[in-house]
């Protein structure tokens, strides 16, 4: 069964930085396109970032542009986002999914990582 | 930006009943539709594709319809595992961003 396992979760300053890795397992990592997706508390799901499968592309929600870079290690099957300039907005559950073939929806997703941007 | 519209908000169901979720794209998105369900403290699941097909391992009670800017979601005969929120989201859109709606949090009546 595929595994997506989110870490670098925590409480961080406004204006500071983080960074989010996903360890994939049990599927052949360098043949997919893996998104992030954040869900801020008591609120919906919202698309944050899309690298292409070999890197070679990368898509950015307005709200993080500029901020955020999503990058891939395929050697390592892990899939990463460095988060700068962190606001208070950017509170959320982050999830690393899954891209299902050429299609951009989701087939696997991990269990999230709880990012809190807080003073 | 492809505007995804969910409605209900909320929907109180008994166990055993019909349910259905609507899902209205602010634009033609063809069948580029998916449904997920996600239950407290737990990650999104996929239950439908393509606006109409079942991912694996779905049942067949989880049914999808629709294309162009209309689309619903059906649970033909409710279960006590099935209270949850439900999402869509469109793929349709590129060069992105791709876009959820609001949610349908389905709870027991």
């Known amino acids: 069964q595929v595994q997506l396992v989110e870490s670098g979760g925590g409480v961080v300053q406004p204006g500071r930085s983080l960074r989010l890795s996903c360890a994939a397992s049990?599927?052949?990592?360098?043949?997919?396109?893996m998104h992030w997706v954040r869900q801020a508390p008591g609120k919906g799901l919202e698309w944050v970032a899309v690298i292409w499968y070999d890197g070679s592309n990368k898509y950015y929600a307005d709200s993080v542009k500029g901020r955020f870079t999503i990058s891939r290690d395929n050697s390592k099957n892990t899939l990463f986002l460095q988060m700068d300039t962190l606001r208070a907005e950017d509170t959320a559950v982050y999830y690393c999914?899954?891209?299902?073939?050429?299609?951009?929806?989701?087939?696997?997703w991990g269990q999230g990582a709880l990012v809190t941007v807080s003073s | 930006e492809i505007v995804m519209t969910q409605s209900p908000v909320t929907l109180s169901v008994s166990p055993g009943e019909r349910v259905t979720v609507s899902c209205r794209a602010s634009?033609?998105?063809?069948?580029?539709l998916a449904w997920y369900q996600q239950k407290p403290g737990q990650a999104p699941r996929l239950l439908i594709y393509g606006a109409s097909t079942r991912a694996t391992g779905i049942p067949v009670r989880f049914s999808g319809s629709g294309s162009g800017t209309e689309f619903t979601l059906t649970i033909s005969r409710l279960q006590s595992e099935d209270f949850a929120v439900y999402y869509c989201?469109?793929?349709?859109?590129?060069?992105?961003?791709?876009?959820f709606g609001g949610g349908t949090k389905v709870e027991i009546k």
């Open positions: 049990r599927f052949t990592f360098s043949n997919y396109g």
């Open positions: 999914a899954r891209q299902e073939g050429s299609r951009s929806y989701f087939d696997y």
């Open positions: 634009q033609g998105i063809s069948n580029n």
């Open positions: 989201q469109q793929y349709n859109n590129w060069p992105l961003p791709l876009t």
